[in-house]
DNA sequence: GGAGCAGATGGTAGCGCTATCATTTATCTC
DNA sequence: GAGATAAATGATAGCGCTACCATCTGCTCC
């Protein structure tokens, strides 16, 4: 036997501070230090300061798990999106959530991958916290995960798409139109050869379809299409480029379905000493931050991945508050920018 | 009065699934609903099979947030990065999670801004969901941030730094090492003119410090320094490149805080025709993916930052073990990969 | 065949907080 | 200054789960 006990007492040895603890010290009753805390303009200002000079003195720090069991009201939110490291998606995150804590509420991340099962899977491990609220990527969803979001019945809000039916609000644009105008924007300039440069992700396929049914509609069916896999990369670019340029593709214009395969595409073209625009015009899609400043600049498609952000959390927000304006479908809308690729 | 009642019966009506529900179901009494979903190898088969059907009848969704009370583990874990949308912590962050929730946690996450005081007032705020384990960036913290930590008695993983003192555990490489590697490999290549670009990062601050240190021992004192301010980007490699340039910097070679502002550097380098590496040598940082595949191929220090994400994760997953074997301090060490910029 | 034991299951209590309603105290009106 | 109203505070109960200990069953063993 030992002298001293054991370490199973830690429960007890370090037993934090609790909402009751404040409230003995303060010489008020438990409730009123809640209301401290929730909602201080019911509280005299004597019994505020009191209460907070208590809190302050012994560190107190509340309890979520408590205070959202009893209240039903987490304070978390969950976000997946289809890639953690793609900058794209994060910036969007970031926006997100920093609204989200302003209004009070943190982000639970999950990484989807893309893929529809790890999404689904994903929903059903993250429901366990309840959120009280959910961000999703795109509006492609299984049928099983709608049944688990329509279960939980929260908001939420589908982000980067467009539809007329959303589970419950949608923020984004719709990639057809995008496709569209930049098909329409080639045949404009006058581009005789059309190629695309592509990776396999839902959203880059919805607008090389309306791309492609515009220029088919110009009687252009002649379009070289080199597909790559994501995650998409500076080398994905690359290959997908060589790819179109070893299959002969010269005095053309190349529709990328990023930034980053842009770029590595422009790379491509440099190292084999082409001529841009001249002999190979290019567009990107999503006007990463060095778009404006790689060499020549990159013509490219914009949207506005904070505001889609901001207004996802927007979209939460006031659904938490009920208010009555909500608008269902928000169109963050797009534009094409026009540098010195094409 | 209206003949329908008003909704704030809501909890009532959409009271979901609990696990007493499937207990009564399955004839069971709820402790073992809940052994079946914590502890299945301490029920008896036949029991297992008849809980889990009434599982899967009811569609219960296990709630953490009373689990986490009652167990007094969230399983939960905080994490909190200087930036969301730079793709290096993202990355990091993207295999620390998937670990994370192999192992059955989920990863709340924060953003410091680079900033101390914003780090502090994100960590009281994520402290409020009682997380089992706090994956912090870097070493250097406030002495409230300390204070807290301390008091929520909790594992705590410092990364992308070592130190001989962490607060608990340490993954990550020196960057005391890396300036004094790149300061060594100038030397010997023989460079004579020296600069340096350089974002305003505690961490670049460190590497600079460790290279000037041992270019002054060599004698060299005349290094020329452009520094630009966080959050990095192409363009401001751009901009702190021409600074240097304009100054007359040439013949010489650069040290990039990372290969975000190499790339743009590059850029900047090509736009006035001077020759890469004869004229401007460049060494980046990070060995992004694209860093191979730039033209001329980027010079850069390599570091594995998925190692870093998934060491930090083992550290906590043993911590929570409570496993014997406990590395405090974790060195994913560098390589500095030479290519065609130097 | 009954002591002894492991394995399986259940009862009780409580984690720390907030919703709800009740009560007390301050403020107002004429 | 009595009565009415509003503001401030408190008592009670319970959110959904798990730790802890108790009980029960079936089995082995000599």
Redesign the pocket.
């Known amino acids: 036997m030992q002298s001293s006990p054991p370490e199973n007492n830690r429960t007890r040895a370090t037993?934090?501070v609790?909402?009751?603890d404040v409230a003995k010290l303060a010489g008020?009753?438990?409730?009123?230090v809640?209301?401290v805390?929730?909602h201080p303009d019911?509280?005299?200002v004597?019994?505020l300061e009191k209460v907070q000079k208590a809190i302050a003195l012994t560190g107190y720090v509340?309890?979520m798990l408590?205070?959202g069991?009893?209240?039903k009201r987490s304070r978390l939110i969950a976000a997946i999106v289809p890639s953690i490291a793609n900058s794209v998606y994060a910036e969007t995150i970031k926006f997100f959530s920093e609204r989200m804590r302003d209004a009070g509420y943190q982000v639970l991340l999950g990484e989807s991958g893309h893929k529809q099962e790890q999404e689904e899977s994903l929903i059903a491990t993250i429901l366990r916290s309840r959120p009280d609220g959910i961000f999703l990527t795109g509006i492609n969803h299984s049928p099983q995960a709608k049944k688990m979001l329509f279960a939980a019945n929260i908001p939420v809000v589908e982000t980067w798409d467009i539809t007329p039916t959303p589970l419950d609000v949608v923020v984004g644009f719709s990639h057809q139109d995008v496709g569209r105008a930049v098909a329409e924007y080639f045949v404009d300039k006058g581009f005789e050869r059309i190629g695309i440069l592509s990776a396999e992700d839902h959203r880059a396929q919805l607008r090389q379809q309306s791309f492609l049914k515009v220029l088919e509609r110009k009687g252009k069916t002649d379009v070289s299409i080199s597909t790559v896999p994501v995650p998409t990369s500076f080398l994905a670019g690359r290959i997908g480029m060589a790819r179109l340029l070893d299959e002969g593709f010269i005095d053309g214009a190349v529709f990328s379905s990023s930034d980053t395969l842009a770029q590595g595409a422009l790379a491509e073209i440099q190292s084999r000493g082409l001529e841009i625009p001249r002999q190979i015009a290019l567009v990107g899609f999503g006007d990463q931050p060095y778009a404006a400043h790689t060499v020549p600049p990159l013509t490219t498609v914009k949207f506005d991945r904070a505001l889609i952000g901001q207004k996802a959390a927007d979209a939460l927000i006031s659904r938490f508050n009920n208010e009555k304006f909500d608008q269902k479908i928000v169109d963050v809308g797009f534009q094409l920018i026009e540098r010195q690729t094409t």
Chains 1, 2 share one sequence.
């Open positions: 037993r934090s609790t909402l009751d008020v009753s438990p409730i009123t809640s209301r805390l929730n019911k509280v005299a004597k019994t509340p309890n408590a205070g069991l009893a209240s």
